[in-house]
């Protein structure tokens, strides 16, 4: 469908929207402009925003002529665009939604940025290729999996009995949500069993003409039941270590540099005051990098693909971690005092 590669722009009192997509997902942007008339186009969108970030001006006129064709002016520069109709374009879809929430845009960006990392990338295993909201109990909870780290971040969320739901946002629409909302106050989550739009305010609140600039994203969702994810938490971790998060990350970077891409992993050895964290392989030799820890325990030794530890330290934006741990085969978990863990299971090393 070559309408698909094409962006829908249109015209109404005081603004202008553009629409992409690709039926599985669909934005919508409106923005403020100065109209003399009404109409609509669609044009082609990577050739579009190339032309229009190369253009000196801060102003760009457009006008439509005759055979769906577009003039775009700015400045001394003057383009001449083929398009197609925009009766062939395919509207975004409309939905009842069953469920309705409003939260800070900065909000939902940090929690999603906590856990997105997670997500599975295995097409066998579809129904965690994506991250997992569940709003009820008074919270939101974002979950994400691959089965060999789990990362689960909450906060507090009024949720009515009748407004209580859950739904899985694909990978690919939780990429689009964390770049989009940072651009506002608040962000508007509607959803029902099959599709969820998310209403990003973009600026203030809406001006003397009741108009507000905002982006308009809808998707389908992930059908099918996610994993009972509470019972890969470990319910009894023996010991605990407090520590720096950038301290820790550029630990875990340090001793990962001489890891080989077939045998990647470092071995955190934990001992009275002391975390060491080593690795080795045969190409490139061997790394040993050590930090200072209140620790009183017993010595533990625990494999972990480094890639793991370091994915969520880099998305937290907390000073402080808490590194849990019971022994060498039991998976280690890395904690926040803001209602967020990530579950990582151990290597098996010689």
Known sequence: MPILSNVLIETGDGHISLTTTNLDMGIRCRIKAEIFESGGITLPVRRLAQIIRELPSLDVELETTGSHQAKLSSGSSLFRI?????????????????????????????????????????????????????????????????????????????????????????????????????QGENVRIAFNDRQVAFEISTGEDASATGLQESIYLVSKVVEGNYPNYKQVIPQGTDQHIKLNRETFLSTVRRAALVASERNHSVRVNIREGEVEITSSSPDFGESKVSIGVEYSGPEVSIGFNPQFVMEPLKALTRDEVIFEFKDDLS????RTQDSYLCVIMPLRLN
Not at 124 to 137: H, L, Q, W
Not at 331 to 334: A, E, I, R, T, Y
């Open 82 to 182: 083929m398009g197609i109709s925009p009766e062939e374009f395919p509207p975004l879809p409309t939905f009842a939604d069953q469920h309705s929430f409003v939260l800070p845009q900065d909000e939902l960006q940090r929690m999603l940025k906590s856990v997105s990392y997670a997500q599975s990338t295995d097409e066998t295993r579809y129904i965690m290729n994506g991250v997992y909201f569940k709003f009820a109990d008074d919270k939101l909870t974002l979950v994400a999996t691959d089965g060999r780290r789990l990362a689960v971040t909450s906060k507090e969320v009024e949720v009515s009995e009748d407004n209580a739901g859950s739904l899985i946002l694909p990978a690919k629409t939780v990429a689009e949500v964390e770049r989009l909302t940072n």
């Open 331 to 334: 998976p280690g978990v890395l």
